[in-house]
């Protein structure tokens, strides 16, 4: 059986910088009707910056980078309680 990868590990040697680069390129790519509007998506980071489950740009409830799952607009927080 093989084992799950690991986002972070996959990721090792890109910077922050880089990733959110690559990650706004894929988000820019989608079709309009799927992103979230720009103030629901800045709003939306704003509650994930003050976020006990935030680590290094990822959530640790669902594993995701939060500027993606952020970005789509169907998505959205994990947690029990929704922050957003
Ligand atoms: S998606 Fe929700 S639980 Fe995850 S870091 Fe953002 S606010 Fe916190």
């Given amino acids: 059986m093989s084992r799950p990868f690991c986002r972070k590990c996959l990721m090792e040697g ?3 910088e880089e ?3 690559k990650i706004e390129a894929y988000l820019d790519a989608m079709p ?3 992103r ?3 103030e629901a998506y800045e709003a939306r980071l704003l509650i994930c910056e003050e976020c006990p489950n ?3 740009g990822l959530c640790k409830l669902c594993g995701c ?3 993606y799952r952020a970005g789509q607009k169907n998505q ?3 947690d ?3 922050r957003w």
Avoid: K, R
């Fill in 14 to 16: 890109v910077s922050m």
């Fill in 19 to 21: 990733l959110q680069a």
């Fill in 32 to 34: 309009q009707d799927l």
């Fill in 36 to 38: 979230t509007s720009p």
């Fill in 54 to 56: 935030l680590s290094n």
């Fill in 65 to 67: 980078f939060v500027l």
């Fill in 76 to 78: 959205t927080c994990p």
């Fill in 80 to 82: 029990t309680i929704a």
